[in-house]
């Protein structure tokens, strides 16, 4: 586990510089069985927090490269990699880094928003633009691409074919209402089959109702029990590191954010402790 308390790559509420260690607290009530995964994930796999990444409040690109840096030497390690943001702008140095690892890598991208524009005002790296600047860059596998989650107004119908073309799927909110949390992820599942898999969730993925502390909500999300029983549906995929972002706590109340975001971390941690629990019993490295 790793914080990295950067939001200077927000366009409209700032504060998820603080979402990392709002997701700790509320941590502190999990425990450490995980009966929906049958698992005890820290005492499949020896789990650490590495503290947080210091990146520049003030320069955007220097933070950019500061952050891949410090996730090239945590995954240098060996270790697979849960990040805790910040902003969304940090899942593109956090996919470079493992991009280099594992080579282009499955991404699940839970969020009500495409983040895949162009530019805001001119400026490349944006919370707005991770995964275009990633799919540019070929660090993505374009074969298994998807949103989960999305919803809300667009600039344009364009934004939608421009996001096709960089080979996305999408699965809206309304989709995982209608059709259900198994069924989707038996369809993600089957998308991204043993493929490396890196999973983004921008907690404005769930409904402000589940996730009012964050910087662009958008009615009409997930529930927090959608989006935890996808994750369990993911549980036999290769997860080789995922990030749980955009978590603003200063617009939370009675920690609804940062608990439904310490579960969704959990999920994932889970998911991960067992592939290592399974990978070391194969006697793997
Ligand atoms: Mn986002």
Known sequence: MVGVPFDTGVSYRPGARFGGNAIREASRLLRPYNPAQDASPFALAQVADAGDIAANPFNINEAVETIEAAADDLLGTGA???????????????????????????????????????????????????????????????????????????????????????????????????RGADEVADQLRQRIGDRPLYISIDIDCLDPAHAPGTGTPEAGGMTSRELLEI???????????????????????????????????????????????????????
């Open 231 to 285: 994750l369990r549906g993911l549980s036999s995929c290769n997860l080789v590191s995922a990030d749980v972002v955009e978590v603003a706590p200063a617009y939370d109340h009675a920690e609804i954010t940062a608990v439904a975001a310490s579960h969704t971390a959990y999920e994932l941690t889970t998911i991960m402790s067992r592939q290592i629990a399974a990978e070391r019993a194969a006697g793997a490295k």
């Open 80 to 178: 697979r990699m849960m990040t805790l943001g910040g902003d969304h702008t940090i899942a593109l140095p956090l996919l470079r880094s493992v991009a280099k690892k594992h080579g282009p890598v499955a991404l699940l991208h839970f969020d009500a928003h495409l983040d895949t524009w162009d530019t805001y005002f001119g400026a490349e790296y944006t919370h707005g633009t991770p995964f275009r600047r990633a799919v540019e860059e070929g660090i993505l596998d374009t074969s298994a691409l998807s949103h989960v989650g999305t919803r809300g107004p667009l600039y344009g119908k364009q934004d939608l074919t421009d996001d096709e073309k960089l080979g996305f799927g999408i699965v809206t909110s309304a989709d995982v209402y209608r």
